[in-house]
């Protein structure tokens, strides 16, 4: 008997932690103002620097924000719905013609903040500077 309320009792809390991890209702709290400010204030930080690559970057600003997202591109992309690259949406590119290689984050002004390898450190830059856009993604 103690072993099938084990069992049952791991079965509740599972999935009260599933759950409480869903995209739509963590993130829903959420602006795109405040994913850009967010995002903003890592401006100028190393590339790389404590896992900041890009999707370690958008992670970052979404966990700082109280938003669990996974760490990598592909995943990401697939994390939310389809949108057409509003203040903090996430924004996907094919840099090398292989699949989605960069994400970065929308400011809603045409430009994107994102861990840059190219300029080694956290920047905002025109999307159109950035080979290969793929779509974007609203987390919220």
């Given at each position: ?11 509740a809390?599972?999935s ?6 869903t ?17 903003q ?10 896992g900041?690559d890009?999707?370690g ?5 979404y ?11 592909v995943?990401?992309y697939?994390?939310?719905?389809p ?27 045409g ?30």
């Amino acid at each position: 008997m103690r072993k099938i309320f084990v069992a049952l009792f791991s079965c509740a809390v599972l999935s009260a932690v599933l759950v409480a991890n869903t995209p739509s209702e963590a993130s829903a709290q959420v602006s795109g103002e405040a994913v850009v400010a967010e995002a903003q204030s890592y401006i100028g930080t190393p590339y790389g620097a404590g896992g900041l690559d890009c999707s370690g970057f958008t992670s970052a600003v979404y966990a700082d924000l109280g938003v669990s997202l996974p760490d990598d591109p592909v995943a990401q992309y697939s994390y939310g719905a389809p949108s057409e690259a509003a203040a903090g949406d996430l924004v996907f590119f094919d840099e090398a013609g292989y699949g989605i290689s960069h994400v970065g984050i929308a400011t809603g002004y045409g430009t994107i903040i994102h861990s840059s390898t190219y300029y080694g450190t956290i920047t905002e830059t025109p999307i159109s500077q950035v080979p290969g856009y793929v779509g974007a993604v609203d987390v919220s």
